[in-house]
């Protein structure tokens, strides 16, 4: 057999004799049942759960699980993990190096932690890709660790409301590559996604509009709308079942509540917390509003408990805060504001942004949890060393986060020209024959060609944890146009992240790519095609 092709390429992928067969009796399978063991003491139940049923789905065995090491396959936490860095460490991250062994008699998944099992399993997922009743792989050896710990896709889900069910397959697809985390952006001034106990206008209102722009947001002498109530938020048991469900997966769920501005949606249900005291409406355009939060008792004691309902949802060590494109000017406007930043002793209306920083980053850590947010966050502040910094605005705005990094602040990758992929794929001026996007262009190349480290100083590489990729949904209303925005420009990321440095070159890639877009065709993926007519 020739060598298997895997996506993201691994480490170490090496052939030896032989290969593993099994076939599918039905009239025989009570007597020699397909099985899957792990190690008694291994907290691999979800793990195993999870190949069972793509086994089960994708290739149509049933199987029986045990500990007995004398399985089909054998899961098994057997690897030494590796150190991980502080910041890693810290954030939740576990070592996710695994070994794939297939001999005739077994295929054996080692991993340094549960995580690593699951990138294990999704690469003998990708290899038994199509295969159905009889399965037949050679006899290799693949010694796998990513170059990136934090490894991240990012979905809006405010402008453009996903079920529950698109969430799921969003996360699943994104573990098929390696992405081991998922960014979950649950507010905007579109719509409001979680529900906090005690403020039943949130799903009442927040979460609902009366109409969604057709067409551009730049075309605003054409503008028309779909005259239909647009929106929906997800229950607490949803959210617990979604973050299981990812768990499994080696998948962190990192949710976003944006503030102090992006919050046109909820002053609309609660106009007390705006600067204006009346309701805008939740808006029904894309853009950013002018809304943002005041400084009012009332207004911190909402925030605390949206932090407490985030630290009880989602386990993972990070709560977003956004803090991204807060307009300045109701607080320049308000009375009230400016009696608020003579008590507090502040005096520029980006203090009180820093103010809010401050007041977010202490509810976190109430919580045992720390904060994270969009560049602007660190602009024109100093906040706590622990506070962590997504840049997304690349050119100028670097320095912001090379302030960031000597500052000890942990940072993430969210660079808008390499990782953004709402924008066009096509690179030309009037994309042809290319859905309605937000604009400019990212192509799969671009995105291939990108070294995230390269652009900062050796000696503050130390406090990057990671890279992520990013789809906005203003232009992304449905699943399949979700799906072709995604893919295969996160095929080329998740390779970028995951690979390093030592990728293959880019014909190399594609060919890679041509393999793998077929298993994406099974799964029903409707993604771009890499080479469109």
């Known amino acids: 057999m020739t060598s298997p092709t895997l996506l993201p390429q691994p480490t170490k992928l090496a052939l030896t004799s032989g290969s593993w067969k099994r076939s599918h009796s039905p009239e025989k399978q ?12 291994a907290p691999l139940a979800p793990q195993v759960n999870l190949l069972a049923h793509y086994l089960s789905e994708e290739n ?44 005739p008699a077994q295929i054996r998944i080692e991993g340094a932690s549960p995580s690593g099992v699951a990138c294990g399993i999704q690469s003998l997922r990708q290899l038994l890709s199509g295969q159905r009743n009889r399965l037949a792989l050679p006899c290799l050896v693949i010694e796998d660790t990513p170059a990136m710990g934090w490894r991240g896709l990012m979905l809006d889900s405010s402008r453009h409301f996903h079920d529950v069910a698109t969430i799921r397959r969003f996360i699943d697809l994104a573990a098929l590559h390696k992405f081991n985390l998922f960014h979950w952006h649950l507010t905007d001034d579109q719509g409001w996604r979680l529900p906090v106990e005690g403020y039943p206008r949130l799903t009442e209102i927040a979460a609902w509009r009366d109409k969604t722009l057709i067409g551009h947001e730049c075309d ?113 406007a308000s009375g009230r504001i400016q009696e608020h930043k003579k008590e507090l002793g502040l005096e520029t209306e980006w203090e009180v942004q820093n103010h809010f920083t401050e007041r977010l980053h202490s509810f976190a850590a ?24 997504m840049y997304w605005r690349d050119g100028e705005h670097q320095k912001v986060i090379l302030k960031a990094l000597q500052a000890g602040h942990p940072v993430v990758l969210a660079n808008h020209r390499h990782t953004y992929l709402d924008a066009y794929q096509q690179p030309t001026a009037e ?24 652009e900062f100083p050796v000696e503050f590489q130390h406090n990057i944890m990671g890279a992520q990729g990013q789809l906005w949904c203003e232009y992304i209303p449905n699943r399949r146009h979700l799906d072709y925005m995604t893919y295969p420009r996160a095929c080329a990321l998740a390779q970028v992240l995951w690979t390093g440095t030592g990728r293959e070159p880019m014909a190399s890639f594609v060919l890679r790519l041509e393999e793998h877009l077929r298993r994406l065709d099974r799964l029903g993926v409707a993604y771009r095609p890499n080479s469109p007519a």
């Open 366 to 389: 109430s919580h045992s949890r720390s904060m994270i947010g969009w560049d602007e966050i660190v602009e024109h502040g100093n906040p706590p060393v622990d506070t962590a910094a």
């Open 220 to 332: 605003k002498e054409n503008r028309t709308f779909i005259p239909a109530r647009h929106g929906g938020f997800y229950s607490h048991e949803e959210i617990r079942a979604i973050v299981a469900y990812a768990a499994a997966r080696g998948v962190h769920i990192l949710p976003e509540v944006d503030v102090p501005g992006h919050v046109q949606s909820l002053v609309t249900a609660y106009p007390d917390f705006g600067n204006t005291g009346h309701a805008p409406g939740v808006r029904n355009t894309w853009g950013i509003s002018d809304s943002t939060l005041n400084l009012e008792p009332s207004t911190f004691e909402f925030l605390g408990k949206v932090v407490s309902t985030l630290a009880d949802l989602f386990p993972f060590r990070y709560i977003h805060f956004g803090g991204d494109e807060a307009k300045t000017g109701e607080w320049a």
């Open 431 to 454: 994309p042809i024959g290319e859905p309605l996007a937000i604009g400019n262009h990212l192509t799969i190349e671009h995105i291939y060609a990108w070294e995230p480290l390269a």
């Open 30 to 41: 009570h007597l020699h049942p397909f099985t899957i063991s792990t190690d008694s003491a």
């Open 60 to 103: 149509h065995f049933d199987v029986a699980t045990g500990t007995a090491d004398k399985s089909d396959i054998h899961l098994t936490l057997s690897l030494p993990p590796r150190q991980l860095s502080l910041l890693l460490a810290a954030a939740d991250f576990t070592d996710e190096t695994y070994r794939l062994t297939i001999t």
